[in-house]
């Protein structure tokens, strides 16, 4: 990160102390019309559930690379703008910003590993050959932050991965995507009153 980001991202010092627990919910994806309801765009469809379910309006925020949705001096919802492979940029403003650890932020995202609709709860780990990730890792140090992985399944063995990850999903295949979604806020609201560790427990084998 050079100078200039450091700036920006210094803790406001009338911010009050964040509490323990996730603060800062983030959900991965690309900017821009043509990348909605993509595969790769899961992250953003699903703290677009949570704003919607808590009636907060999305604010873009240019210091911090993104778009913010807050439930007053609690919870930051966030859909970085830098386009995936720079999401650690966006993500590392606001976490200096709001004077956050790496383990109050949760991230969500698509994983072609995990098969369509199922959840994966972690506490740390490796990017997995996701670019977000990756990206995460580099601006936040650290692999100890946790994470939302969203099942989409692996590309057809003729299908490029990028065509994959970028394809949209089928009238049929976004029905159950949906169902999916409200599963997966559900286990967001559970990490957040209940703790990780029980969204976890509750919610890992859930599809």
């Known amino acids: 990160m050079n100078l200039f980001d450091r700036f920006l991202s ?6 009050p102390a964040p509490p323990d627990g996730i603060r800062l919910v983030v959900g991965l994806g ?7 309801k993509t595969r790769h765009n899961i992250g953003f469809e699903l703290v677009d ?22 439930e007053g001096r609690g919870l930051i919802l966030a859909k970085p703008l830098t386009f995936m492979n720079l999401s650690g ?16 932020i949760l991230i969500a995202y698509d994983d072609v590993s995990l098969p369509p609709g ?3 709860f972690r ?5 997995g050959g996701h670019n977000g990730i990756r990206s995460l890792l580099e601006y936040l140090g ?5 994470r939302l992985r969203i099942g989409i399944g692996a590309a057809a063995p ?11 999903f089928s009238p049929e295949e976004w029905r159950e995507m949906e169902k999916v979604l409200a599963i997966a806020a559900d286990g967001v609201n559970c990490a957040l009153s209940a703790g990780l560790a029980s969204a976890m427990n509750q919610y890992n084998r859930r599809a």
């Open 30 to 36: 690309n900017p821009g019309p043509e990348y909605e």
């Open 158 to 168: 003729d299908e490029l991965l990028t065509d994959h990850v970028l394809g949209r």
């Open 142 to 146: 650290t692999e100890e932050f946790p």
């Open 118 to 120: 199922s959840l994966r």
């Open 49 to 70: 559930r949570l704003a919607a379910e808590r009636g907060l309006k999305w604010t873009k925020e240019h210091k911090f690379r993104s778009k913010t949705a807050r």
């Open 89 to 104: 940029n966006a993500v590392a403003r606001l976490m200096r910003a709001h004077d956050l650890r790496p383990d109050q």
């Open 10 to 15: 210094r803790p406001d010092p009338d911010e």
């Open 123 to 127: 506490a740390s780990g490796s990017a």
